[in-house]
């Protein structure tokens, strides 16, 4: 199949043009600068340098492609998260880009749709598990964009397409900034746990997500939670982190100061989401290689360290 992916060169876009390649799909990715274009290159994909929110340039870089895989994403640093200007840039990319895209992909006739969602938006569950119909709790303002670009996924579907979403859990890879700053904050005592840590947290390794991001391009138009088998109690998720590395287990601080501090994010780590994946596994026979938090982070603590030596 050929397929067209923004954001090709970000965390997970740049796994999912791997997994594509290896898969035998001809893939066509978005990259600014010549050294992110040579890295699409090295991986067996053609780069292309592309506004995404020029409508006209979209149609033409688009052209051809029988899937178009929305993963472009501006995630802030884990320090400035709780900062509201921070997310501005992914909040346009979510709603602005994803309907130029989801435009591009219906005037070129592509066949597919795919955008990389989130499970934050489903709120505090407790310790049901939950499924794609489980309601939803937007009470942080930058995840009302990705309903945006779920919603404009949607109109792709209606409008004769297959339109996918990915609702994604917590990523973490030895590549992304973000788990280099877990580690680095970890190591330094100075990732606390929220009260007992007792509440459910559900995590995906890159890796994993980009697999399933291939499994996509066969799958029922919808919406899928994407996650790992066994989602853990963030004090176990905590502990997975620690062990795996060999460090002391992280300070405990009270909930309400938790989330005074880190703000909008602060509160859904604190909710409890014990996410299903069964809907996604059974429509695409897609099966994560880290079952758990407790192996990927096992995965991650054994290639950092074999760098540092």
């Known amino acids: 199949m050929k397929v067209f992916v923004a954001g090709a060169t970000g965390v997970l876009g740049r796994s999912t043009v791997r997994a594509l390649v290896e898969a035998g799909h001809e893939v066509r990715g978005t990259a600014r600068g010549t050294e992110k274009a040579e890295m699409l290159r090295s991986f067996g994909a053609e780069p292309i340098e592309v506004d995404l929110f020029d409508p006209d340039a979209l149609r033409t870089g ?11 994403t501006k995630i802030p640093p884990i320090m400035r998260m ?3 200007g921070a997310w501005r840039e992914n909040d346009r990319l979510r709603t602005i880009a994803s309907k130029h895209l989801v435009d591009a992909a219906l005037a070129t006739s592509a066949q597919v749709f795919i955008y990389e969602s989130i499970t934050f938006i489903y709120g505090e569950h407790g310790d049901e598990w939950i499924g794609e119909d489980g309601s939803l709790s937007i009470y942080w303002a930058s995840l009302k964009s990705t309903l945006d670009a ?4 949607k109109r792709f579907t209606e409008a004769g397409g297959r339109g996918v979403s990915l609702r994604y859990a917590a990523f973490y890879a030895p590549y992304a900034q973000s788990t280099l700053d877990t580690v680095r904050l970890a190591r330094r005592r100075m990732f606390p746990l929220a009260g007992d840590g007792s509440n459910f947290f559900s995590s995906i390794h890159v890796d994993d997500g980009a697999t399933a991001a291939v499994a ?7 919406v899928y939670n994407v996650t790992d088998d066994e989602p853990l109690r963030m004090r176990d998720y905590a502990r997975a982190i620690t062990d795996a590395f060999r460090l002391k ?3 405990r601080v009270p909930r309400w100061l938790f989330r005074l501090v880190g703000g909008g994010p602060a509160k859904y780590l604190v909710s409890s989401q014990r996410v ?16 758990s ?16 030596n």
């Not at 299903?276 to 079952?291: H, I, L, Q």
């Open 249 to 251: 287990p992280p300070r």
């Open 150 to 153: 779920e919603r404009e996924t």
């Open 82 to 84: 709780r900062w509201k």
């Open 276 to 291: 299903a994946n069964a809907r996604f596994k059974e429509k695409t026979g897609w099966v994560p290689k880290y079952r």
């Open 62 to 72: 688009v052209a051809g492609s029988e899937a178009v895989l929305h993963f472009a």
């Open 293 to 308: 938090a407790r192996e990927g982070w096992q995965q991650i603590a054994q290639e950092l360290q074999g760098k540092e």
């Open 216 to 222: 996509a391009l066969q799958a029922p138009a919808g």
